[in-house]
């Protein structure tokens, strides 16, 4: 029943700025870490941002400075603000979250949503 939905994904030119928004559904859940994951062909998946349930965050290197994540838990979604973008940050972006119910905490994905950066 739980789904996550990202949106925000596009085309832009290089310098630009994308807001990625990733909100989660479905039954009754508590929300713990929340993280956006990248992969373009080629390349190995990465980690780009996550946040936790107090707030922390932390970035991979090539996105620090330019990326930021937040989180507003009364929306349960989660937001990847884009700036400066550069064509090494076309890829599929997937937002993820690791959901506890009363059975048990488990980690859920989205579908992805395309970000192609031109040149």
């Known amino acids: 029943q739980v789904q996550l939905v990202e949106s925000g994904g596009g085309l832009v030119q290089a310098g630009g700025s994308l807001r990625l928004s990733c909100v989660a559904s479905?039954?009754?859940?508590?929300?713990?870490?929340m993280r956006w994951y990248r992969q373009a062909p080629g390349k190995q998946r990465e980690l780009v941002a996550s946040?936790?349930?107090?707030?922390?965050?932390n970035y991979a290197d090539s996105v620090k400075g330019r990326f930021t994540i937040s989180r507003d838990n009364a929306k349960s979604t989660s937001y990847l603000q884009m700036n400066s973008l550069k064509p090494e940050d076309t890829a599929v972006y997937l937002c993820n979250a690791d959901l506890s119910y009363s059975g048990g905490s488990f980690r859920h994905w989205g579908q992805g949503t395309q970000v192609t950066v031109s040149s």
């Open positions: 946040i936790s349930s107090s707030g922390s965050t």
């Open positions: 479905g039954r009754t859940f508590n929300i713990d870490v």
